[in-house]
């Protein structure tokens, strides 16, 4: 004959299973839901999803075609740009950069030439992290394809993968942290910068216009493959 097992302690155990029941419902709930996705700036929304012109132009900016005047004339017209930081000795001659609306002061962007105003502009950078509210390398496939080839950069603070779309002469920044998820970029990876150059026939001719690249190992790009894990 068995003997009965004590009030307090089956009330105990109870206790416990029910405690145990609602964590893992907590979690599976948790789990469930998605977070909430920060509306993007306005210039990133038109570019994904609208874009005046394609790569390598951009708000009717076109690297190796636009003049740095003009450059200048058609940001000025742009309702999203709000500071400008003109040519200087004190800065650089040959760079005009400028900030973007919602970014507080952060800088948006900047073109790079040889002599202002008449000289062509060489490149332009797009500085996309705002706020959390970059656009996402899936995001930037889907409006502008698969880039062809890629790249570790490293400097202090880490790495980052660079990816190239040689027929939209664009570069993209972006990386992934995590113990687990490093080793694989993601579809939700943020793309922090875009670098857009004329257009190039070949790699050859892109790293020849693109000096930094000289030395570095670049590779065709497997998706989601991540370079800073080569």
Request: hydrophobic share 35%; with cysteine; net charge negative.
């Amino acid at each position: 004959m068995g003997t009965a097992k004590p009030m307090g302690l089956r009330m105990k155990k109870s206790l416990q299973f029910t405690l145990l029941s609602l964590l893992l419902g907590t979690i599976l709930i948790s789990g469930c839901k998605t977070s909430p996705v920060s509306p993007k700036l306005p210039w990133i929304e038109r570019w994904l999803s609208n874009p005046v012109c394609q790569p390598p132009c951009w708000e009717g900016i076109t690297p190796g075609e636009t003049t740095a005047k003009e450059a200048h004339e058609k940001l000025a017209a742009l309702p999203d740009v709000e500071k400008f930081w003109l040519p200087s000795e004190r800065t650089s001659p040959h760079v005009l950069s400028w900030d973007m609306a919602g970014c507080d002061g952060a800088e948006g962007g900047r073109i790079y030439f040889d002599t202002y105003p008449n000289g062509k502009i060489e490149w332009m950078q797009l500085f996309m992290g705002c706020d959390q509210q970059d656009a996402s390398l899936k995001e930037v496939i889907d409006a502008f394809g698969v880039p062809d080839y890629s790249w570790a950069e490293w400097n202090s603070a880490g790495c980052k993968a660079e990816l190239l779309n040689l027929k939209k002469g664009m570069i993209l920044t972006t990386y992934e942290s995590g113990f687990i998820s490093y080793k694989k970029l993601k579809p939700t990876s943020p793309v922090e910068a875009v670098l857009l150059f004329p257009t190039g026939d070949s790699l050859e001719k892109v790293v020849e216009a693109l000096p930094y690249l000289a030395d570095t190992d670049i590779r065709e790009w497997q998706v989601y493959d991540n370079p800073c894990t080569w």
